[in-house]
């Protein structure tokens, strides 16, 4: 079937269709002290507001940066935009630096986390007492756990062209949303493949474990590990919703409106767990609610259908008015031997894993295979390169390396599409996820644990090495004048709008919240 369909869009499709996906990349650095603790200064004033800019942010902490490009064609224009973005925040942070790996760095409890702030309006109160509720709910140094958002849709002229190959005769956008459920599906199938190739965190600062119980051995006297890891950001530690049993969510990935009416569900539901931290407490707001997710961003998955907001507008209203418009893939570890966390051939490589996904057949999940897929990326992400590590499929053990073999010979015929021909950038960056596979000593998390061997020392010294070299790095970069002078005219701008909105009247804030959960 697989080899049928992508015959099919061979003959069918032209270079634009196949060619003309967007991508785009949100990216999350830590702001240190050269001390390597987290930042305690406000996010600088001269990166623009973070409520209004639309490349610099911050997300769950003061002292956590978000680099969001562009949607772009090209893997090399988003490095390209990624890269002036991060020249001209290096070049500005005054005795800080970014912290260059997922995992954080040394954590002294909660109030050494600063939440993020983002003015007097209602929509900078509504921002920052969500995350005060994630505080709450999950402990703050969950939320400090940096990754990489890979986002990506396909050219909007494949749609009508794949509906007519397909013989279908739904409404164009019933026919888009379905197949970006078909691939949001396979992503999770599939999914464990990320961290095994592109997992940078097999180490963590004790400082983050703190006393809770855990399966993590000894490196050294600051340092716990998984000899075997790929990326503890997405084992039981990391950036999971870790009580999802206990409050009772599991997003339906079936279809679309199933997916509509569980989030829908949550973020209406009361959830008792979360009545006991109160919501107004001693006249300040310490969550937006107590029902199951505050907002629909609170649950925490692999992989995410979305659709562009207009204004306020609720996530799941925008899927349910316009359908799904992309899909973001939130499994990617910053890469550490990279200064901008990321590189083309891991774009190249994603990119044809969407086309994969896509084209594959896609069965829905029941709940049999929802536990397979959460326990095959648990497991990957802490034990995924153990010589005879196993994967469940169909209820059966089958080695990682044999499925991930199978997996990429598959993606040859996706990337000789994109390619069109059997060289190319897209076969080039198969060939070297192939090698990675063939010799698991090559991950970047295996070579982080090398590298800490080598020079004998922790988690917490190899990461502030890899910053300091990256911090270098980019102060080393020739100055670009017309991308700076267009950030610091954006930074301008960026805290003219959010002057104009804290300007406009605000109505109490109980019932701007009313209004924005009142949306039908």
Known sequence: MLERRIKACEQALDRSQLRGGRIGIEKESLRV???????????????????????????????????????????????????????????????????ATSMPCVLHGDDSIPIARYGNSNLGMMKTVYRRGLGHRYGRPMQVISGVHFNFSFDPELWPALQALEGSDE????????????????????????????????????????????????????????????????????????????????ADYNSLEGYIETLSCAISTPSPVWERIGVVVNGRWEQLNANILQIENEYYTTVRPKQPLQGLEKPVLALCRRGVDYVELRSLDVNAFDPLGINGTQLRFLQSFMWYCLLRDSPPIDEAAHAEHDHNLIETAHHGRAPDFRLLRDGREVPLRQWAAELLDEMQGVCELLDGGDEGPWCRALAEQRALVEEPDATPSARQLERMRQEGYGFFHFAQDMSQRHHEHFCR?????????????????SH??????????????????AEYFAQN
């Open 33 to 99: 002290s050269p001390e390597g603790t987290l930042a305690r200064t406000p996010h600088p004033e001269v990166f623009g507001s973070a409520l209004t800019h639309p490349h610099l942010t911050t997300d769950y902490s003061e002292a956590m940066l978000e680099f969001i490009t562009d949607p772009q064609a090209e893997p090399a224009a988003v490095l390209e935009q990624l890269r002036a973005l991060h020249r001209f925040v290096h070049a500005r942070l005054e005795e800080e630096m970014l912290w």
């Open 171 to 250: 409404p164009p956008v019933a026919f888009r949303s379905r197949r970006y459920m078909d691939l949001t599906r396979n992503l999770q199938r599939y999914g464990w493949l990320v961290p095994y190739l592109f997992g940078a965190s097999p180490a963590v600062c004790k400082s983050f474990v703190g006393p809770v119980s855990h399966r993590l051995k000894v490196f050294n006297e600051n340092t716990f590990y998984d000899p075997w890891a790929t990326s503890l950001r997405l084992g039981d530690i990391g950036y999971t919703n870790k009580r999802e049993h206990e409050v009772g969510i599991r």
């Open 477 to 493: 970069l020739p100055v670009d004048a017309e991308a700076e002078a267009r950030l610091e005219a954006e930074a301008r701008r």
């Open 496 to 513: 003219e709008e959010q002057a104009r909105i804290e300007a406009e009247p605000q109505a109490p804030f109980d019932e701007f919240l």
